[in-house]
């Protein structure tokens, strides 16, 4: 072959493949789409309209296959069980698109703020304080006949629940310990804990952890299942 074909060889070999490249591009573009009004159909509470990136190359592919690598969806907000939750972030990985929905494994993580926290002390512990945070702790604030008491507060996850551990405690000037406060008050701030309830079957909280002024939440599951509502696509 000459010069001239082999050049002609290359540059139709660039125009199928870039022609290919566009096509599955395309494809991939118009099954975020559909995805995301998915996500919107399955996750109930989603608040605003998800951002969802299926990643891996060829995407044809992997459809073919009937198996998606990875699939990442970002929203604005979630509802769980009347607790708004921002910034929410789902990675999926291993996921079957036949008769049904399967998930290898997935994580949800969302912020829950300050002033839902408290409210659902208020709630769920009974427990009357003002809440801030403060680099990696929260801070509760209440009076004790007439003097400030502060109490330093970590956030954990345990058993679907936010745990929370008292690790200071300041009663006007001075530091005390827990067992030396009135009998109720110590009750109150003794195996704190606040369920997160409504979580997509499957997944349960994994993290709490104070993080630029509010509570980021993180949860998994794996091997899940979920069934395709009737009418909806492949």
């Given at each position: ?22 096509a599955?591009r395309?494809a991939?573009g ?10 919107q159909?399955?996750?109930?509470g ?10 891996g ?21 979630l509802?769980v069980?009347?607790?708004e939750?921002?910034?929410v972030?789902?990675?999926a990985?291993?996921i ?8 290898d494994?997935?994580?949800l993580?969302?912020?829950?703020s300050?002033?839902?926290?408290q409210?659902l002390?208020a ?7 003002d ?5 990696d ?20 996850a345990?058993?679907?629940?936010i ?38 079957e ?9 993080r ?23």
């Amino acid at each position: 072959m000459g010069a001239r074909g082999v050049v002609v060889g290359v540059a139709l070999l660039v125009v199928v493949g870039g022609g290919a490249v566009v096509a599955d591009r395309v494809a991939v573009g118009m099954a975020e789409d559909a995805a995301a009004r998915e996500v919107q159909a399955y996750v109930e509470g989603v608040i605003g309209e998800p951002d969802v990136q299926i990643h891996g190359f060829p995407f044809l592919t992997q459809v073919l296959a009937g198996r998606l690598d990875r699939v990442t969806a970002r929203a604005d907000g979630l509802v769980v069980d009347g607790v708004e939750l921002t910034d929410v972030d789902i990675v999926a990985r291993g996921i079957g698109v036949d008769q049904s929905y399967t998930v290898d494994d997935a994580t949800l993580t969302g912020t829950l703020s300050v002033a839902s926290a408290q409210r659902l002390l208020a709630t769920q512990a009974e427990l009357d304080v003002d809440l801030a945070a403060e680099g990696d702790r929260l801070l509760a604030r209440t009076t004790v006949l007439g003097v400030d008491l502060t109490a330093a507060l970590a956030p954990r996850a345990q058993d679907g629940r936010i745990r929370i551990d008292v690790t200071r405690l300041t009663l006007g000037p001075a530091s005390i310990d827990v067992a030396d406060l009135p009998r109720a008050l110590e009750d109150q701030l003794t195996d704190l804990a606040i369920p997160i309830e409504g979580l997509p079957e499957g997944i349960a909280l994994t993290g709490a952890d104070v993080r630029d002024g509010a509570i980021r939440l993180s949860a998994a599951g794996a091997d899940l299942v979920v069934e395709k509502r009737p009418g909806s696509g492949s």
